[in-house]
């Protein structure tokens, strides 16, 4: 990682910390309760790692499927594993859709394409 790429991490991570910590003291306040500053260090990391880890998996997709560009199919299948959030994300993107113009997401576009089908012996 070269000194700029180190830097902007450090902002950035910076910037996550103020966000987080402003999060948690207004919520603080709203239910009477404290955080510590060793709190949102902790959150901020776990945050962070988490942010890092989706960025990976969303890179990855998008080789996957020889592309560049991380597209909407591939933040879907990302959203697999959690019906609630896959629920709330396909929502939000066929209300996008909806506005312009175009059809709604059916699944993970291109799923199954490509290689054949297996059969039930394993064969193609």
Known sequence: MSDDDSTRD????SA???SIGQFVDEQCLQQNLNATPQFIGALTELVWTQIANTSRDLETFAKHA???VV????????TRRNEGLESVMKTFVDELRAKEG????GGVK??????GKVGAKGRR
């Open 10 to 13: 450090e902002r950035l991570k």
């Open 16 to 18: 996550l910390w103020y």
């Open 66 to 68: 020889g592309r560049e």
């Open 71 to 78: 597209q909407t199919e591939d933040v879907m299948l990302l």
């Open 102 to 105: 175009r059809p709604a997401v």
């Open 110 to 115: 291109g799923k199954g394409k490509g290689k």
